[in-house]
Antibody, heavy 121, light 107 residues
């Protein structure tokens, strides 16, 4: 079964850091582009990072650029999101999401259950 | 970034009703438009991709249409389990962007 499982969320003070993990099963991360999408409490969905599977290049939303870094460990089939200098406005549920290929118009078809990040003193 | 404008922001309907949700992109996105359903405390679920293709396992009462900038999600024969928030999302360009959502309440 194709699945994504996030972990690593928690309560952190402003200025702190967290590393989120996204373990993939049932498929190889080397074959799919991936996204990190967050949802602040009571709010909509925002893509904070997009990872290109072919060359490892990444997009970051302006709000997280310079603070967040996405990476992948092929041996563990796991995607990571390193989050530094965290702010209160980073408080959200973070989802790891798989992007389908061009035949499927690049839809986001598999979502993890999400991991909650709370930034507060 | 491409802006997605979704309407209405909320609606209330009865079991058996037909409801329509619209989504407009700030620029042409061909058919790279997807619809998601999200229930409280759950991850979004892909319902429709490529504007009109039903994802596996999604009931046929859900349908989508449109291309370019204007898109529609229709739920025919509303069921109690359709109570949720629905989001449109463009996959034409990175970053993927979402509408603000439509909160559907079943009376």
């Amino acid at each position: 079964e194709v699945q994504l499982a996030e972990s690593g969320g928690g309560l952190v003070q402003p200025g702190g850091a967290l590393r989120l993990s996204c373990a993939a099963s049932g498929f190889s991360l080397m074959n799919y582009a991936m996204r990190w999408v967050r949802q602040a409490p009571g709010k909509g969905l925002q893509c904070v990072s997009a990872f290109n599977e072919r060359d490892g290049s990444a997009y970051y939303a302006d709000s997280v650029k310079g603070r967040f870094t996405v990476s992948r460990d092929n041996s563990k089939n796991t995607l990571y999101l390193q989050m530094n200098s965290l702010r209160a406005e980073d408080t959200a549920v973070y989802y790891c999401v798989r992007r389908m290929g061009p035949s499927y118009y690049y839809a986001l078809d598999v979502w993890g259950h999400g991991t909650t990040v709370a930034v507060s003193s | 970034d491409i802006q997605m404008t979704q309407s209405p922001s909320s609606l209330s309907a009865s079991v058996g009703d037909r409801v329509t949700i619209t989504c407009r992109a700030s620029q042409a996105i061909s058919r790279n438009l997807n619809w998601f359903q999200q229930k409280p405390r759950k991850a979004p679920k892909l319902l429709i991709y490529a504007a009109s293709t039903l994802q596996n396992g999604v009931p046929s009462r859900f349908s989508g249409s449109g291309s370019g900038t204007d898109f529609t999600l229709i739920i025919s024969g509303l069921q109690p389990e359709d109570s949720a928030t629905y989001y449109c999302q463009q996959s034409f360009m990175t970053p993927p962007t979402f509408g603000l959502g439509t909160n559907l309440e079943i009376k």
